[in-house]
């Protein structure tokens, strides 16, 4: 899976926050303030067609995007690529270096185990 920008990110952000898709005028709205340019996004969204990111229905005529890669399994791929890239490939490294730096609580910690108890007894 391809890497995107940081304003193509945004862009996917508002798409997944329509859950069902939208049109232009749609994508613009979800989008913070101050809001890029409509241009703009029509640019980066026929770049993330082409990225196979998003769909497009009705092309050229009032066309509504839909998001092809849903957010759930992009930050699955960008969590991992950060993971292997600064952590060794090791969520263990991840996890102490959040511990280190006071980003992450005991409670939180205790939450994750209960977590990881519960899935493996599925």
Request: hydrophobic share 40%.
């Amino acid at each position: 899976m391809k890497k995107l920008t940081q304003a193509e990110e945004q862009i996917m952000h508002a798409l997944w926050a329509l859950e069902s898709g939208g049109f232009l005028k749609d994508i613009i709205e979800h989008l913070p303030e101050p809001r890029t340019h409509h241009n703009t996004v029509a640019t980066l969204l026929k770049i993330l067609v082409e990225k196979e990111f998003v769909g497009i229905q009705n092309p050229n005529r009032n066309n509504f995007y839909t998001a092809l890669v849903s957010k759930e399994k992009y930050s699955e791929q960008r969590i991992a690529g950060l993971t292997e890239s600064f952590f060794e490939g090791s969520y263990q490294n991840v996890v102490s270096f959040l511990v280190q730096k006071k980003q992450m609580s005991i409670k939180e910690l205790e939450l994750l185990l209960k977590q990881l108890k519960n899935k493996t007894n599925e």
